[in-house]
């Protein structure tokens, strides 16, 4: 079965739609991508200090203790936020057909939220940060992110009621999910935490906020993205829309149990960090046979990988969504988790989510979505491939050495007579492939943002036919004719 081809009238409101999304969705894209650039030039710049903590001693600024909390709230809110909301903002209206009717009101909550996170870097930087991972920042800013945030998503709501489809698609389904459990989340743990809550409540609901941020936020849109392109690409429907259903509702149902399992020994109820540790092994299955339904969505059509850019990004953030799935369950079990809750394995983790699967997920919708809202192509195959790899062996080449450096520390931690300096000096090696893997990965991002930049600037190829991989630009008018897929 194939996915019926669009009429030209069809082809005419698509049009339209991305014609009325082109600046907000640019904005935020760009946005994104600059923030990306900083973020991993301070991951860098963090792993070093981390390898070699006699640098830059007469500096404040420059200890460990306030460069990565910039680099993590830099890749979060500044990289993946931003991204997330402009995919969000485009595959709504076009799941939908719905046009964006306040395009000047969302650049405005764009500049509001990108100015918001410039005071909390200063702040942070400066030594006001508070040590929260993820809510590092005054709490006196974090309703500044709460208003540019409902500013930005209430538009996704009308647009959803007002779909021409009485029954919607799986995307949508995600999107809104999106959409209204990220307030939920942020909401929560910023009045708990700011109202004065004990610390070890402080701690437990911080453990709760950077779970669900997952699992609420970037696993949902990743999803959506996926649940997209990946049919639309291959020229069919999805394999089982059941599956898909049972999916969402099992990440809905089991997400806001998570988190706890980050300090399972600790000044908690025991049964707080068993619960999270079976949520967590439970959403395993739902990843599991949610990836596995995408895959046989391409049985037959594996081809397409070779030419499709979109394609390539979003399969590869869909598999390392799997891997983080497995391994995030094996670390919410006491007999792994018990030695590795405090090394390095929980960095890996969060990077591996956080770049792995989210952000190349999220590569593959702009690969998709920007030239379409700027009726040109990218410039460059060639660029766009060394785009993928250089990510690709960054992030294996981070979450390698963490995850192993993380074990090899857990070991050590767990000799009783051991210092946690021995700990730290025995994994130190490790932290060398940190930095090279941010090297890496900011040179993919340079390309990237190049690349991106030129789009924004018009300088786009504006002959016909798409940038692939492994064809000549314009060569062929899709991925499915150069494959020799029908």
């Not at 259903?245 to 998570?258: D, H, K, N």
């Not at 988790?337 to 792995?356: C, S, V």
Request: glycine share 10%; charged share 10%; with cysteine.
């Amino acid at each position: 079965m194939t996915v019926p081809q669009p009429t030209p009238e069809d082809l005419k409101e698509r049009a339209a739609i991305d014609r009325s999304a082109r600046y907000p969705v640019m904005f935020f894209f760009t946005s994104a991508a600059a923030w990306l650039l900083f973020a991993t030039v301070m991951g860098f710049v963090s792993s070093l200090k981390l390898r070699n903590p006699e640098l830059w001693d007469g500096c404040a600024f420059m200890g460990y203790g306030r460069l990565f909390p910039v680099h993590f709230n830099t890749l979060v809110y500044g990289w993946a936020m931003q991204a997330g909301i402009g995919v969000m903002l485009w595959l709504m209206a076009r799941l939908t057909r719905s046009r964006i009717e306040h395009p000047v009101a969302l650049i405005v909550a764009g500049h509001i939220w990108n100015v918001g996170l410039a005071v909390a870097v200063v702040a942070i930087w400066a030594g006001a940060g508070r040590s929260i991972p993820l809510l590092d920042f005054p709490g006196w800013l974090w309703p500044v992110f709460a208003v540019s945030y409902a500013m930005t998503v209430v538009w996704l709501i009308p647009m959803f009621q007002g779909r021409r489809n009485t029954l919607f698609y799986i995307s949508e389904l995600y999107l809104v999910g999106a959409a209204v459990w990220f307030p939920w989340i942020f909401l929560t743990a910023n009045l708990l935490i700011n109202r004065g809550s004990a610390p070890v409540m402080g701690a437990g609901v911080n453990a709760w906020y950077l779970s669900n941020l997952l699992y609420f936020w970037m696993v949902p849109i990743a999803l959506a993205v996926a649940y997209y392109i990946i049919p639309k690409i291959a020229g069919r429907p999805i394999y089982s829309y059941p599956l898909a259903q049972g999916g969402f509702w099992l990440l809905a149902v089991l997400a806001g149990w998570t988190g706890f399992s980050r300090y399972m020994g600790g000044p908690f109820p025991a049964w707080m960090p068993a619960v999270s540790g079976a949520a967590s092994i439970f959403i395993l299955l739902a990843v599991v046979a949610t990836v596995a339904n995408l895959l046989l969505t391409l049985e037959g059509r594996t081809k397409l990988w070779n030419f499709s850019p979109s394609l390539r990004f979003t399969v590869m953030g869909m598999l390392m969504l799997a891997v983080w799935a497995v391994l995030s369950a094996m670390g919410s079990t006491f007999v792994f988790g018990r030695n590795l809750q405090f090394t390095h394995f929980t960095a890996g983790l969060d990077m591996l989510a956080i770049y792995g699967f989210f952000s190349m997920t999220m590569f593959g919708a702009f690969y998709f979505i920007v030239p379409r809202i700027t009726a040109s192509e990218w410039p460059s195959g060639n660029r766009i491939r060394t785009h993928f790899w250089y990510s690709t062996y960054g992030i294996i080449t981070i979450i390698a050495v963490t995850l192993v450096g993380g074990i090899a520390q857990g070991s050590d931690l767990a000799v009783w007579d051991r210092t946690f300096s021995v700990s730290f000096t025995n994994s130190a090696a490790y932290i060398v492939g940190r930095c090279l893997a941010w090297v890496l990965i900011g040179w993919s991002n340079l390309v990237f943002l190049h690349q991106l930049a030129l789009m924004f600037l018009g300088k786009g190829r504006k002959s016909s036919g798409p940038t692939l991989i492994h064809s000549e630009p314009g060569q062929v008018p899709s991925a499915r004719e150069a494959a020799g897929v029908s």
